[in-house]
Each structure stands twice: as structure tokens, then as C-alpha cells.
């Protein structure tokens, strides 16, 4: 079971910085996921949104998108280029792997070569919900492995509170018609690994998975009872915020 620090370790220090991934690593997970955004001058940025608040903890509002890299480092100056990130990785962290979500289609191009530069190719997982991005990945490099997310929260309906019961209700209808689904959602993206919300992860959905020779992973998983749950449907790794909790549940 492979142990991978959602964004780093937000439970241990900020989400998608350079001391949560020191934080992750130091709490011994497999894998740190974290997320490339572009901005409008072309600079991959590590962030999970468009949105400033998120960057800045609620400070600015705006898009992460709309500013260049100087204008984010006074409103957000923790915040990692990928360049940065990948540094890190090579030379601070060397047996630990990545799991790299793509947020801006379109700069595949420039993530390869930032990770060939780095020697990161071997040990790095590039996610994507969206087929494109993920065909062109394996067109530039092929010995890159691609994991296809999902489902697509593409409103983050699940973050509305008033909104989450039918967010909900709709994951288990999702969960529900995914074992049938799912081997042909892995062949159109030509992917390596499902990763996979953890409300739609049954048994069924996983030996599907596996019977189609990819992997399957489920974020985000932040309580004891569902690491148990989806450890038990067979998954391959599982995404948290807190590493402590998944090393202390999975060894209990």
C-alpha cells in the first residue's frame, strides 16, 4: 500500500510548499501529491485552484492566474514554482516519489522537459481529469506513467455546504456504474493509474482496474474508518492529508 502526502502534509504544515513536502517526507510517505497551475506569463506555479484565497489563506481574492510570479511571491511568498518543487525532489528527497496533477492543459510541453531536466521522469505519476492533456503526456514521453482522475467535481459542488447531500448522492450513483465504466475510461486516456475519489472506490471498481493492468489510488482520504474501507477494496495507494493517521491505521 503505498502512503501519499495529499499536496505534502497540510495536518503538519501548509499545503503545497516546500516545508509540507520537508514535512511529508519526514513522516515517510511513498509519494507527495502535489498540483502545477500556469500562470499568464507561462510560469508553472504550484497551486491547487485558480483561486488567490486559497494561495494566500484567504487574504486576496482574485485568480492565482491573472498574476505574475513577483505580484504572487508579496502576496504568497511560501509559494513553490514547479521549478522549485522539482529541485527539491531531486536533491532533497530522492527516494520519494511524485504524483504530479496538471491543472493547466496545455503546458505539457514544458512539464516534460522540466522533468527531464531534473531526472524526475522515472519516479513521477501525471494526473489529469481530462483525456487530452494525458494522450499528449504519452506522445512526448512514453516512459511516463499517466493517471486519469475521478470523478470531475467541475463546480466544487462537494465544497458547498448546502450543496454536498446531492454532491454525495451523486458520487454513489457514480460509484455505482464505475466497475462497468472504468476499464474503458483507462484505455481512451492510456493510463497507468486510477485515481480515484474515495466515495466511488468499491472492490468491483478496483479488480476492474486491475484487470485492465492499471493501478488504483484513493484521495482523499482523512479518517480511520475509511482508510480501512477502501484498503479493503484492494486499492494500490491511498491520498491524506495526515500521514500519521494512515501510518497508525494501516499498521493496526
Not at 516545508?19 to 506569463?41: N, Y
Not at 536533491?91 to 531534473?118: I, M, N, Y
Not at 460509484?175 to 480515484?196: K, N, Q, S, T, Y
Amino acid at each position: 500500500m503505498l502512503r501519499i502526502g495529499h499536496r505534502g502534509a497540510p495536518a503538519l504544515a501548509p499545503e503545497n510548499t516546500l516545508a509540507g513536502f520537508e514535512a511529508a517526507v519526514a513522516a515517510g510517505v511513498d509519494l507527495i501529491e502535489l498540483d502545477a497551475l500556469a500562470l499568464r506569463d507561462g510560469t508553472l506555479v504550484v497551486a491547487h485552484s485558480d483561486r488567490l484565497a486559497e494561495v494566500t489563506h484567504g487574504a486576496v481574492r482574485g485568480r492565482v492566474g491573472d498574476r505574475t510570479l513577483d505580484e504572487l511571491r508579496r502576496l504568497a511568498p511560501a509559494l513553490p514554482t514547479l521549478e522549485d518543487a522539482l529541485a527539491f525532489f531531486a536533491e532533497r528527497a530522492p527516494e520519494t516519489g511524485l504524483q504530479l496533477d496538471l491543472k493547466s492543459p496545455g503546458h505539457e510541453p514544458e512539464l516534460v522537459d522540466a522533468l527531464r531536466r531534473h531526472g524526475l521522469v522515472p519516479r513521477t505519476l501525471v494526473d489529469s481529469m481530462e483525456v487530452g492533456p494525458l494522450r499528449r503526456l504519452r506522445a512526448l514521453e512514453p516512459g511516463l506513467r499517466l493517471g486519469f482522475g475521478y470523478p470531475r467535481d467541475r463546480y466544487s459542488l462537494s465544497s458547498v455546504p448546502p450543496l454536498v447531500p446531492a454532491a454525495l448522492a451523486t458520487a454513489l450513483a457514480l460509484r455505482a456504474a464505475l466497475p462497468a465504466r472504468i476499464g474503458r475510461f483507462l484505455e481512451r486516456a492510456g493510463a497507468d493509474v486510477a485515481a480515484l475519489h474515495f466515495l466511488v472506490v468499491s472492490r468491483a471498481a478496483v479488480e476492474r482496474a486491475h484487470a485492465a493492468g492499471a493501478a488504483v489510488f484513493a484521495w482523499t482520504v482523512n479518517d480511520a474508518r475509511t482508510i480501512r474501507r477502501v484498503a479493503a477494496a484492494g486499492v494500490d495507494g491511498i491520498v491524506t492529508d495526515d500521514p500519521r493517521l494512515l501510518a497508525a491505521t494501516l499498521t493496526t
